[in-house]
């Protein structure tokens, strides 16, 4: 039985099913920072190590622009949370993703020191599964 999880607003054009999602264990620790830290947003890039792993950073700090694709927006239920959090992916990294669903998850250990769960000794991570149908690319 697959574990619950809470999946994202549709944000891409066109689209009406989620291309990602939190786990319960994300969702707990997203609160956690979200009282120490304030509104969040999570930046997925591409690369080598740390560059593959969701980054979880204060809301703004990453500044997104025409190269990075709004992905979908959670509302988390954080306490005084008036925005929701997005989830960002580079364009090109999306190029690769795009037939893919993704759920952030938690594990233990030291994610990257951008990324604002690195001191709780967990980090987050991306597990994928393969969407079943074509979808259009924005």
């Known amino acids: 039985m697959e574990a619950p999880r ?6 891409l054009p066109g689209e009406d099913f989620s291309r990602v999602a939190l786990t319960a264990a994300a ?6 920072l979200w009282e120490q830290h304030g509104p ?3 930046h997925q890039s591409g690369g ?8 979880c950073y204060p809301a703004g700090e990453f500044l997104t622009g025409d190269s ?3 992905l979908g927006r959670f ?5 005084d949370c008036p925005q929701p959090l997005e989830f ?5 990294q999306f190029e690769y993703w795009s037939h893919t669903h993704l759920t952030v998850d938690v594990v233990p250990g030291r994610g990257s020191g951008f990324s604002v769960e690195s ?9 994928s599964t393969l969407m079943e149908w074509n979808v259009p690319k924005p």
């Open 6 to 11: 809470l999946e994202a607003a549709v944000t």
């Open 27 to 32: 969702i707990e620790l997203l609160n956690k």
């Open 40 to 42: 969040l947003m999570f």
């Open 48 to 55: 080598c190590c740390d560059g593959s792993s969701p980054m």
């Open 68 to 70: 990075d694709v709004l």
């Open 75 to 79: 509302d988390i239920g954080a306490e």
């Open 88 to 92: 960002w992916m580079s364009r090109e």
């Open 119 to 127: 001191p709780e000794g967990k980090r987050f991570l991306i597990r």
